[in-house]
């Protein structure tokens, strides 16, 4: 059937379908996460690194490492970092074991503030972890000693010292914490035992099947890589990078040097989900984060760590496009009124297009009859049928391609949009107007799904087509049904987007039909 559909129909069913597909693919077939069984076992196998002593033709292999961790203090606070933004715990091995969001916006389904760490995912920032495996078992039975205040109240930045004594060697930990949840670690070993230091497991808050997640590195001459979940394949390393991050959909938790670089370790662990470390050195300095990908405050610690949010394939265009929607949210001062101005503005961008495509399709359709016609006549005989439909095309003055291609250029600028709304955690908890209250989450009265399903009809009926097929009529009339269903949980941010999107798409078509039957009126005068 789809060999009597025009170019430009066969493309949107695409578009379409492909959409469809990873709704589904969400819907139906996301991993769910694996339910944690809790053990009184004191064994725990970590996955520990190892690098060549070589420093010029460094590479790396992951070392199966055993070491008893004692549950009377691996979990145990040592020392509680409050501030208005978060809560941070380092516990008595030295790492970051929880951090906790204090924000309003920032509450799970239960209502409860989030909590950006699982607590069986290792490893947790700043965890070290020696090569020599006698000493690697030993650091992870021997709690750190911290002299100071067991609470800190942050009013601006704090520094604070802790030291594990492990015989042979000595760690020493000065960590600087500021107010908006970026910190600086100074990490000295006193007789130069390798090891390494990893920004942790990342966030599992927000993870599903619309969004990447998983690993970043921003490397020394500026190429991003990104390890999404499932996807380690082995131990890589990559020498001097800028940036070290795992992050989930809106979190992430990362390292990063921007003026010496650091040699960045990968590994995986048993679903091939990509960690991180870093190569200690006997004084090491690095800068680190944990929270939220939110733009400003990123770009406020440095405008290089804004590269930590990614948007997929189409990033060069997605990013532009967030930082107009930001400069129109400071301007109105709503993220859903900035979302439908920015769609308006769009539409307006690409009009010309638009435009083109849609007088395409409308001569297409006047044709209809006639190649429909040509068809039938030369339905056994290809070459004739080509000759006769190009010396059609030729006469009227159509391109077959002409309401395929301005659609074609428009498909990157769609899912860039796509990507910006799903990914930006700006919209989490930013109201619109009266029941929408989050436009991160869906529409708890489904009321902007049922519009846009509604426009989208709507929009269909007055789309000329030159489908005479009733299975791909069939196929079209269900298309604004199967989509309602699906938006029904999708973000209202990016529902809104699409019925705005539908509002406008039927603006132009009225605008185009009369511009059509215009022109049409005046080649008869003629």
Not at 259 to 268: R, W
Not at 378 to 385: E, N
């Amino acid at each position: 059937m789809f060999e009597k559909m025009s170019n430009g129909q066969r493309l949107t069913l695409a578009m379409i379908l492909s959409l469809v597909i990873l709704m589904v693919y969400d819907y139906f077939f996301m991993p769910k996460p694996t339910p944690v069984t809790e053990t009184n076992s004191s064994q725990t196998t970590y996955q520990a690194p190892a690098a060549k002593s070589d420093t010029a033709t460094q590479t790396a292999s992951a070392t199966s490492v055993r070491s008893q961790s004692s549950s009377t203090f691996d979990n145990t606070v040592l020392v509680t970092i409050k501030s208005p933004r978060f809560e941070l715990f380092i516990d008595k091995l030295g790492r970051i074991s929880q951090v906790i969001l204090e924000e309003k916006k920032y509450k799970d389904t239960e209502g409860k503030q989030i909590e950006l760490f699982a607590k069986e995912k290792l490893p947790k920032p700043l965890e070290v972890r020696f090569s020599d495996a006698e000493l690697n078992a030993k650091a992870f039975k021997t709690p750190y000693s911290y002299n100071g205040a067991e609470v800190i109240d942050l009013k601006g930045k704090q520094s604070i010292t802790i030291t594990q004594e492990l015989g042979e060697e000595r760690v020493t930990k000065k960590i600087t914490v500021y107010p908006d949840g970026h910190y600086e670690v100074k990490v000295e070993v006193a007789n130069g035992h390798k090891y390494f230091i990893s920004p942790g497991y990342r966030p599992n808050v927000r993870v599903d099947g619309y969004t990447v997640h998983g690993a970043l590195i921003k490397e020394a001459d500026g190429t991003i890589t990104i390890i999404e979940d499932g996807d380690a394949k082995g131990t890589e390393t990559f020498h001097k990078a800028r940036i070290a991050a795992a992050f989930d959909r809106y979190y992430a938790t990362f390292f990063y040097n921007l003026a010496n670089g650091m040699d960045v370790i990968v590994t995986k662990d048993a679903e091939e989900n990509p960690i991180l470390f870093v190569q200690g050195a006997k004084d090491l300095q690095l800068g680190g984060y944990v929270g939220p990908k939110e733009y400003e405050l990123l770009k406020s610690i440095n405008p290089e760590l804004t590269d930590v949010i990614e948007y997929g394939f189409f990033t060069f265009i997605a990013k532009p496009m967030f930082k107009i929607l930001l400069a129109i949210y400071h301007w109105v001062g709503n993220w859903g009124w900035a979302i439908v101005i920015l769609t308006i503005l769009i539409r307006i961008v690409l009009f010309p297009l638009t435009l083109k495509g849609m007088l395409s399709m409308q001569k297409m359709k006047d044709l209809a009859p006639k190649i429909k016609e040509i068809q039938q006549k030369y339905k056994g005989d290809p070459q004739k049928l080509n000759a006769h439909m190009m010396q059609l095309y030729k006469k009227h003055n159509v391109n077959p391609m002409g309401g395929c291609l301005p659609m074609l250029l428009q498909i990157p600028v769609f899912f860039a949009i796509y990507r910006v709304l799903l990914n930006a955690i700006e919209l989490k908890g930013a109201p619109w107007i009266l029941w929408i209250t989050d436009l991160s989450q869906k529409d708890p009265y489904f009321v902007l799904p049922i519009l846009m399903g509604a426009t989208m009809y709507l929009h269909q009926k007055i789309t000329p087509n030159t489908i005479t097929d009733p299975t791909q009529k069939k196929i079209f009339e269900w298309l604004p049904i199967v989509f309602t269903f699906f938006f029904l949980t999708f973000p209202a941010g990016l529902t809104l987007y699409w019925f705005t999107n539908n509002i406008l798409s039927i603006i132009q078509q009225l605008i185009v039909n009369k511009i059509f039957e215009a022109r049409k009126i005046a080649t008869k005068d003629k």
